[in-house]
Structure formats: structure tokens, C-alpha cells
């Protein structure tokens, strides 16, 4: 069984930084994918930045150029870097690790989230 805690995500500034973390617990694998979603009130869930095992990145049009996805695979961390943040970046921000067994079948695991509001 797999857990993540999101950790970092508070209130900032239009323009300011932030850096979210995600630690994940259990049992990790260095295929699996790591993806980083946010959740705006009223809107869907969506995809903000992934990471893939071999180290490939994918960003949400909004977000590139600003925000950067890394890993820490001796900490089992994954890393949001957040620069010039806009008011429209204000969501719940969520990690989710992807694994796929030897069968090829897929196991999604989510974090609790971690607020971020970006405001004057």
C-alpha cells in the first residue's frame, strides 16, 4: 500500500514562489509515474505536471515555464517548484503516484491535497 502527503501549499503573493512536496510512503517503485493535479472550486481535477520513470516532464499549458516537477528517489519526494504565481493558480493541489504491475494493470494512489491561494 502506497501513501502520499502533500506538504508546502499556504497563502502567496501574485508573482511569489512556492514549492509543494509530496513524500510517499510503502512500497515505491522507480517506474512509477508521478503526476501532480489541481482542483479548483467549481472546476474539474486536472492535470498540472508529470513525471515520468525516465525522467521525461509534461506540463499543463498554463503552467510552462513557471513550474517545474522533480524527484528525490533516495527520499521517495516528488517536488512542485511554483514561480510567478497568478490568482488563477489558487486550487487544492493534489499527488498521485501511478504503478503498473508486472500484468499491466494500473494502481492509482492520491494524497490528501494541500491548499494553495494566491492573492494580494
Known amino acids: 500500500q502506497v501513501q502520499l502527503v502533500e506538504s508546502g501549499g499556504g497563502l502567496v503573493q501574485p508573482g511569489g514562489s512556492l514549492r509543494l512536496s509530496c513524500a510517499a510512503s510503502g512500497t515505491i517503485f522507480s517506474t512509477d509515474i508521478m503526476d501532480w493535479y489541481r482542483q479548483a472550486p467549481g472546476a474539474e481535477r486536472g492535470l498540472v505536471a508529470r513525471?515520468?520513470?525516465?525522467?521525461?516532464?509534461n506540463y499543463a499549458d498554463s503552467v510552462k515555464g513557471r513550474f517545474t516537477i522533480s524527484r528525490d528517489g533516495d527520499k521517495n519526494r516528488v517536488y512542485l517548484q511554483m514561480n510567478s504565481l497568478k490568482p488563477e493558480d489558487t486550487a487544492v493541489y493534489y499527488c498521485?503516484?501511478?504503478?503498473?504491475?508486472?500484468?499491466?494493470?494500473?494502481?492509482?494512489?492520491w494524497g490528501q491535497g494541500t491548499q494553495v491561494t494566491v492573492s494580494s
Open positions: 513525471l515520468t520513470s525516465a525522467g521525461s516532464t
Open positions: 498521485k503516484l501511478t504503478h503498473f504491475n508486472s500484468l499491466g494493470l494500473r494502481y492509482s494512489y
